[in-house]
């Protein structure tokens, strides 16, 4: 069982700025993708943005130009670097990575950190 652990979630104002991390137990290097997914309250939880074992990027639309993923393999860590923060983007963030085992597609998901942007 793959564990992911988020970290590096708080309390900003509008137009500051978060590093999120997460830490797998496994390698994210045989995973298929890593992915930063956001559930506001009321609301689905929803892509935020993701990367391929590849390096392809892809980002939600309302955090494009503001958001970026990357990751470190050496490290099995996944990074999302926010800036420009607005309190729409208040909500928990997830970790998710998919993996196959098998032939079996499997979604891990890490616990969560909050984020919460408010003057």
């Known amino acids: 069982q793959v564990q992911l652990v988020e970290s590096g979630g708080g309390l900003v104002q509008p137009g500051d700025s978060l590093r999120l991390s997460c830490t797998t137990s496994?390698?994210?290097?045989?995973?298929?993708?890593m992915g930063w997914y956001r559930q506001a309250p009321g609301k689905q939880r929803e892509l935020v943005a993701g990367i391929t074992s590849s390096s392809n990027t892809n980002y939600a639309d309302d955090v494009k130009g503001r958001f970026t993923i990357s990751r470190d393999n050496a490290k099995n860590t996944v990074y999302l670097q926010m800036d420009s923060l607005k309190p729409e983007d208040t909500a928990v963030y997830y970790c998710n990575m998919k993996k196959f085992v098998g032939v079996r597609l499997n979604d891990y998901w890490g616990q969560g950190t909050q984020v919460t942007v408010s003057s």
């Open positions: 496994g390698s994210i290097g045989s995973s298929l993708a």
